[in-house]
């Protein structure tokens, strides 16, 4: 039995075998599927991060002389 591995996206249900291993498409074949999604978490992860560090050193708040008097205008131009 040979073993291949090669990583693809499921589009509706459907995996796509590479076209380097089209020869065994008319094969039977036994298929074991791993979803990853630990990548894709840790993407989101990183994501976060860096948009949280990019808040900090931009120091948005920095011009607000009371913090109270903004909520309250904020908070005014909801109503």
Not at 17 to 43: C, G, H, M, W
Not at 61 to 76: A, D, G, H, T, Y
């Amino acid at each position: 039995m040979e073993k291949i591995e090669f990583q693809a996206q499921a589009k509706n249900g459907i995996i796509k075998i590479p076209q380097k291993y089209k020869y065994i498409s008319n094969a039977f074949l036994k298929i074991r599927l791993v979803q990853e999604k630990k990548q894709t978490d840790n993407r989101k992860k990183l994501k976060i991060k860096k948009l949280l560090q990019e808040i900090r050193t931009k120091d948005i708040f920095k011009n607000i002389e009371n913090p109270s008097v903004w909520q309250r205008e904020l908070r005014n131009e909801c109503e």
